[in-house]
């Protein structure tokens, strides 16, 4: 007999949850065959049997959540004769949870059931924490309010609890969430008519975490105005008489290759933090930050100095749709060394985007404006667009971030530099 | 060691009292001639004489009013009450005299009395034939209340309790008279309000006494097998209740369950979960769990009598529960 464990899917995750089980105790299993899906911090992944066997008994239910390297199931070899499968962790969902408000334990009608103590249900307003996980969180310096349930009704139970100390997570997420966030019991207060609670799907808590320990980075942000009259007049001539409006090329993938040229010539923007020393990518990934239902994914452009605009372009459009889909592999979320956030296609003129650990900056681009600028002396209707680098400053300074932009700039005003 | 059954374990225990304790005497609804309902007795009217070996009328206030009198006055009797469910009508003479007296008369003197009654159903006894009322007594301070679950703590409790200055309601049960253990040979007594850590386990307790205790070994001894490391705690004696080796239990494992054959409301279960909330709260990874009987009158029919009583497939259902809620693992 052997563990099914929960593998690491991808470089940033912790654990995973099981989004669903594709085969059943009792069940043959052949190697490489799809046994389960996985929800990781960046998309769902299928799980493989590693041999042949019998699916003997599931350790970890659907909906529930297992640390890296845990056992999820256990797998008896070819022909084994698989154990009876009781003892499978439901998700809290399926819990038989009788509806009651209070931890009353006497049945209604005492005389239909078995004197059996109800399974208190958790009311689902307020986060819930058992004694022993509360007591455990407390010893280890941990907030329980970063720490997310896995118990009835999302009550934080021992295991998540040891989960947490297990990756620290909890303990970074407490330095970084200032004070009356962390309270409890707000949720439970403010939650009635007024207020919807809405619980947290793994990508939202997710991108949460990874947004909070950004927020500890000491960042500055520098703004520069691009004249984009050229950069737009070079995109119209590209696409001009390109009849499939798939194959037409953004102002995003002609910023995603002007980022890349511009990064080669730039290899201190192009790194990162690592503790006590830097990291500097050979390579440049540009990662495309792209709103998904429930929160944030950045697919990443590897290689984009190398890929011509167009390969660059149909690239990013296949991303993005499977970023929509939640259908990102590993090899299109990983590897990111810069990442660029564009919101001018919702009017937005200029804003500051939040760095993408571990990389060390990041680009927000705003949308292309007729506005009046001055040219050879003279005020004239043209077209302009702010982009802000927002820069990890343990890793660079003012002056590097500045010759940066002011190249991407020239870049994107004279557009063949892009291509060229 | 030798293997007694439970019965036999308490017949030796009684007759040996007498031998040793010229003060031990019996008093009951036929104990003598007839040898008690449930052969406890047997062979004692013969072997001690009826001074020693008291029958008496039907009239469980009488005779147990007759005990506390003398006690009292420094005899030893061993009072046998049918079923814990006649005792009902010697409830003020337990409750409100021998359970009082060394108190009211500032301890001048004492209740050396010893009340042996079975309790249980799943006899089809009938409703008013099958009860497990102990945590009535269990309730009144100046009693003490024992359960023992096996023949070895039948036999160490009974002598503790014959030997006790205060006065024990020694709980039998009418399934355990049949099983079977391992008694000690050696004299030795179990001291009253001390549990017993039935088995060891890691994983989560399960607090239990007389049948249920049986039970709930039972049921570990099944789960072991599985890896899963159920520890049984056998409460022993409900007065004084041993709250500190159920709270040490539960502070190991975070996981508790109480099975009882009493009714769910204000049981034992009830208490043993308030100890564990004071003892351990800052221990608990989810909520203290009971399986106890239907609240009903115990039904007369037997697949109805089976279905009211907790059983070690419900005991099962709720710790595979308790588990799963708290992401047990292997």
């Known amino acids: ?420 | 060691m030798s293997e007694l059954s439970y019965r036999q374990a308490l017949h030796d225990t009684l007759r040996e009292e007498m031998l040793r304790d010229e003060s031990v005497f019996l008093i009951g609804e036929e104990i003598g001639v007839f040898e008690g309902s449930y052969k406890i007795t047997a062979g004692l009217l013969a072997e001690f004489g009826p001074r020693r070996v008291r029958d008496t009328p039907i009239c469980e206030e009488g005779f147990v009013g007759a005990a506390i009198g003398a006690a009292m006055l420094g005899l030893r009797p061993v009072v046998e009450i049918m079923t814990i469910n006649f005792s009902l009508l010697a409830i003020d003479q337990i409750v409100n005299h021998a359970a009082k007296i060394h108190a009211m008369f500032g301890g001048q003197v004492s209740v050396p009395m010893v009340i042996r009654t079975p309790g249980g159903g799943g006899q089809q006894l009938g409703a008013s034939h099958s009860q497990n009322i102990e945590v009535y007594y269990a309730h009144a301070p100046g009693l003490k209340v024992v359960t023992p679950a096996t023949p070895a703590d039948a036999k160490g409790l009974l002598r503790a309790a014959i030997r006790d200055d205060d006065p024990v309601l020694f709980v039998e049960n009418l399934s355990l008279y049949n099983t079977k253990g391992e008694v000690p040979d050696e004299t030795g007594r179990i001291e009253i309000g001390k549990a017993a850590v039935a088995k060891e386990g890691r994983d989560i307790t399960v607090v239990a006494y007389s049948r249920a205790a049986v039970i709930a070994l039972d049921v570990a001894r099944r789960l072991e097998a599985e890896g899963i490391s159920v520890e049984v705690i056998d409460l022993r004696s409900l007065r004084p209740l041993d709250r500190e080796t159920v709270c040490a239990s539960v502070r190991k494992t975070s996981r508790a369950v109480v099975l009882e054959d009493d009714w769910l409301s204000f049981g034992v279960g009830a208490e043993i979960a308030a100890t564990i909330q004071e003892g351990a709260f800052d221990y608990l990874d989810a909520p203290v769990r009971r399986v106890a009987a239907a609240e009903v009158p115990l039904p007369y029919a037997k697949p109805l009598e089976n279905a009211a009583l907790p059983n070690a497939d419900a005991l099962i259902k709720v710790i595979r529960e308790i588990l799963d809620d708290t992401r047990y693992q292997r």
Not at chain 1, 93 to 122: F, H
Request: proline content about 7%.
């Open chain 1, 1 to 420: 007999m052997a563990d099914i464990i929960m593998p690491r899917l991808s470089d940033t995750m912790e654990e995973g949850t099981i989004a669903r089980w594709l085969k059943q105790p009792g069940d043959q299993v052949s190697r490489g065959e799809v046994i389960a899906e996985i929800d990781t911090d960046k998309a769902t992944m299928d799980l493989e049997a590693y041999e042949d066997g019998v699916l003997e008994r599931i350790l970890v239910g659907e909906g529930s959540t297992a640390p890296i390297g845990q056992a999820i199931a256990s797998l008896a070899g070819p022909g084994g004769t698989p154990a009876p499968a009781a003892t499978v962790a439901q998700a809290p969902a399926s819990a038989p949870a009788p509806a009651v408000s209070a931890p009353s334990a006497a049945p209604e009608n005492p005389a239909a059931s078995l004197g059996t103590s109800d399974r208190p249900v958790a009311p689902t307003s307020s986060p819930l924490s058992s004694p022993l996980a509360r007591s455990l969180a407390r010893r280890h310096g941990l907030e329980i309010a970063n720490i997310v349930g896995s118990g009835p009704g999302g009550r934080i139970v021992r295991a998540d609890v040891e989960a947490a100390i297990g990756d620290g997570r909890a303990a970074v997420a407490a330095m970084a969430t200032p004070g009356p966030l962390a309270t409890p019991s707000s949720g439970a207060e403010r939650a009635g008519d007024d207020v919807e609670i809405v619980p947290l799907g793994n990508l939202r808590r997710r991108t949460a975490e990874r947004l909070s320990i950004s927020a500890q980075v000491p960042h500055f942000s520098l703004t520069s105005v691009v004249d984009a009259e050229r950069l737009v007049a070079f995109r119209g001539e590209v696409n001009r008489g390109l009849d499939d409006s798939t194959k037409k090329i953004s102002v995003t993938d002609l910023l995603v290759k002007a980022c890349a040229t511009v990064l080669r010539g730039n290899p201190e923007i192009n790194s990162s933090w690592d503790g006590d020393k830097l990291l500097r990518y050979r390579r440049i990934n540009i990662g495309l930050a792209v709103a998904v239902p429930d929160g944030l994914a950045v697919p990443v452009v590897h290689d984009a100095d190398r890929k011509s605009v167009r390969e660059i372009s149909a690239e990013s459009r296949a991303l993005a749709e499977r970023a929509r889909q939640g259908k990102l592999s590993l090899n299109d979320i990983g590897g990111g060394t810069f990442t660029i956030s564009n919101l001018g296609m919702f009017g937005i003129d200029q804003f500051t985007a939040v760095l993408n650990p571990p990389q060390a900056a990041i680009l927000a681009v705003g949308a292309a404006r007729s506005e009046p600028i001055v040219r050879d002396g003279a005020v004239v209707a043209g077209t302009t667009m702010k982009l802000t680098l927002s820069v990890d400053h343990r890793v660079l300074d003012g002056a590097t971030a500045a010759t940066f932009l002011a190249e991407l700039c020239a870049t994107l005003e004279n557009p063949l530099r892009i291509v060229v």
